[in-house]
């Protein structure tokens, strides 16, 4: 039987009791007031216990009672204790969270909503050169690098930036804020010192040796010109055999001349100027049709007058790459649509193939290096695979995107997101 049933058990006993006794004197009425006011002073009596109890913490045993109130007494007591060990429970959890994030590698900071360092792991102490102390500060006040400070406004995280540490400049940090909660960031970073020396070394020796290759490239072209003057064309395998090897030398310089752009357009400072789009569009168009043997095939529309700040050299490669690829993966007799054109976010140079087309899967891996799509094509296509490469390059020193649309057997669509804020006329 519950505590409950119990009370209720003693409280009727109780009742019947003074009826009797109450019945027996002719005292009925008054007992029952007595009673009545007996079990309501118990029942104050054992709330202003409770209540002390409670307002202590309800720590520690509860008083001696009994009936209902015992098991009030004990569901309080419990919920009390399974909070106690849930409390325990979630602070080994965190304790654990922060010993792994405490031993990390990489650097991770928590930021408030103001940018304030909440908490910092051992690694972001020492490549930052956090102490305990800068708990709470901004942390633009500490890492003070423009760059930093920029990335950290932008709101932009998609992409990480690239910092020396602020304790020691030989190392390189990869640093990059990931948004979580309401408002709250986790900023990590990451010594890439070592990844970036292999990248230089990889750059320095592309440059150098495609550098290298340059002059005897030009030599052997130059004989082989001069073989092929001197043909009298008495042997078809002989005068086979210096055309092949023609091509191939000049394939091998195109390579070289795009290994060596790449490796510029990595390495060198940008120079900027305001580049008259329309007109070097125009340009490229006629040098594009005077290369096509048979009729003008390109149709050049020019719907915006805009200039940009850009340079110069590296959008007429960028161009004349996508031109060339409209060009070259299109029949002879198709149309190639190029524009020029404002829309309400950027301005954008669009050209537009009725060619092969590119299956979806290649589409993201076509800007890849020396990728090359194998398809069955009646005309050989020769490239290098750079072609997208350097397009992708040039456009990120710009500022600008390129997206592709296309469908197989239908033709293609590329187009160069230039922002408005390039303008310059
Ligand atoms: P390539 O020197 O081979 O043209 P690119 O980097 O310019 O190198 O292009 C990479 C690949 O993307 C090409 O080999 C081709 O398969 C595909 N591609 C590029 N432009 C087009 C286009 N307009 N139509 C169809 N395929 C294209």
């Known amino acids: 039987m519950g505590n409950w049933q119990k009370e209720i058990n003693t409280v009727v006993l109780m009742f019947m009791g003074v009826a009797l006794v109450g019945w027996a004197t002719g005292l009925f009425m008054p007992l029952l007031f007595m009673l009545m006011a007996a079990i309501i002073m118990r029942q104050v009596v054992m709330i202003n216990r409770f209540e002390k109890w409670i307002s202590k913490g309800g720590r520690g045993k509860y008083p001696k009672v009994t009936g209902i109130w015992e098991t009030i007494y004990y569901h309080v007591y419990r919920i009390?204790?399974?909070?106690?060990?849930?409390?325990?429970?979630?602070?080994?959890?965190?304790d654990q969270f922060r010993q792994s994030t405490e031993a990390l590698p990489d650097a991770a900071v928590v930021l408030g909503t103001h940018d304030e360092i909440d908490w910092a792991n051992k690694a972001a102490r020492d490549v930052f050169g956090l102490?305990?102390?800068?708990?709470?500060?901004?942390?633009?006040?500490?890492?003070?690098?423009?760059?930093?400070?920029?990335?950290?406004?932008?709101?932009?995280?998609?992409?990480?930036?690239?910092l020396p540490s602020p304790v020691d400049h030989r190392i390189i940090l990869e640093v990059r804020v990931v948004p979580y909660g309401a408002g709250l960031r986790l900023l990590l970073a990451q010594d890439v010192t070592q990844l970036k020396k292999m990248e230089r070394m990889r750059k320095d020796?592309?440059?150098?040796?495609?550098?290298?290759?340059?002059?005897?490239?030009?030599?052997?072209?130059?004989?082989?010109?001069?073989?092929?003057?001197?043909?009298?064309?008495?042997?078809?395998?002989?005068?086979n055999s210096f055309q092949q090897m023609r091509g191939q030398t000049e394939r091998m310089q195109h390579l070289v001349d795009d290994l060596l752009l790449l490796t510029r357009l990595e390495t060198q400072q940008k120079k900027t100027q305001c580049?008259?789009?329309?007109?070097?569009?125009?340009?490229?168009?006629?040098?594009?049709?005077?290369?096509?043997?048979?009729?003008?095939?390109?149709?050049?529309?020019?719907?915006?007058?805009a200039h940009i700040v850009g340079e110069e050299q590296e959008l007429r490669s960028a161009f004349t790459n996508l031109l060339g690829n409209a060009l070259k993966y299109?029949?002879?007799?198709?149309?190639?649509?190029?524009r020029w054109y404002q829309e309400h976010k950027a301005f954008v140079l669009s050209v537009e193939d009725y060619g092969e087309g590119i299956a979806k899967t290649d589409i993201p891996r076509v800007t890849e290096r020396f990728y090359r799509v194998e398809a069955k094509r009646a005309k050989k296509?020769?490239?290098?695979g750079l072609g997208l490469a350097i397009v992708k390059h040039v456009l990120m020193r710009h500022d600008a995107r390129l997206s592709i649309t296309s469908e197989l057997g239908k033709g293609s669509c590329f187009s160069c997101h230039f922002p408005l804020t390039r303008r310059c006329n």
């Open 275 to 305: 580049v008259d789009v329309p007109a070097l569009l125009s340009q490229i168009c006629q040098e594009g049709d005077s290369l096509e043997n048979d009729a003008r095939r390109i149709q050049l529309t020019l719907e915006s007058p």
């Open 80 to 94: 009390k204790k399974d909070e106690k060990r849930r409390k325990k429970k979630f602070r080994k959890i965190i």
């Open 381 to 384: 296509v020769t490239g290098t």
């Open 205 to 239: 020796f592309v440059a150098n040796v495609s550098h290298e290759l340059r002059t005897p490239l030009t030599v052997l072209k130059g004989y082989l010109e001069t073989l092929q003057d001197m043909d009298d064309g008495h042997s078809p395998l002989l005068t």
């Open 131 to 162: 102490q305990a102390s800068d708990k709470g500060q901004r942390i633009p006040n500490l890492i003070r690098y423009p760059e930093f400070i920029r990335y950290l406004k932008s709101g932009n995280f998609q992409e990480s930036v690239f």
């Open 330 to 338: 299109s029949p002879d007799d198709s149309l190639v649509k190029v």
